[in-house]
Nanobody, 122 residues
Framework: QVQLVESGGGLVQPGGSLRLSCAASGSRFSINVMGWYRQALGKERELVATITSDGIANYADSVKGRFTISRDNAKKTVYLQMNSLKPKKTAVYYC????????????????WGQGTQVTVSS
């Protein structure tokens, strides 16, 4: 079983930056795709960014040019660097780890972190 531990959430000024981290442990098989998702109050959970084990990244249109996803395979950790953060968009960010390279997800496993809240306010 995979455990995901997130850190880095908090309060940040509009236009500011924040970096989220998610460390995985206890995997039986290799983790292929890792990603970040977010859920704002009253909204559905949405994709923010994903990254493959060899470093290929994919981003939602809403964050392109502002966010950067990266990973350290030795540490089994994925990061999300968030720049130019916009106000009035408080959300909980969730880390995800999957065994597959492509959909359908969860062939062997799919796990979620507990979530970390990001609040953008002046």
């Amino acid at each position: 079983q995979v455990q995901l531990v997130e850190s880095g959430g908090g309060l940040v000024q509009p236009g500011g930056s924040l970096r989220l981290s998610c460390a995985a442990s206890g995997s039986r098989f290799s983790i292929n795709v890792m990603g970040w998702y977010r859920q704002a109050l009253g909204k559905e959970r949405e994709l923010v960014a994903t990254i493959t084990s060899d470093g290929i990244a994919n981003y939602a249109d809403s964050v392109k040019g502002r966010f950067t996803i990266s990973r350290d395979n030795a540490k089994k950790t994925v990061y999300l660097q968030m720049n130019s953060l916009k106000p009035k968009k408080t959300a909980v960010y969730y880390c995800n780890a999957d065994s597959e390279a492509t959909p359908p997800w969860g062939g062997r496993f799919n796990y979620w972190g507990q979530g970390t809240q990001v609040t953008v306010s002046s």
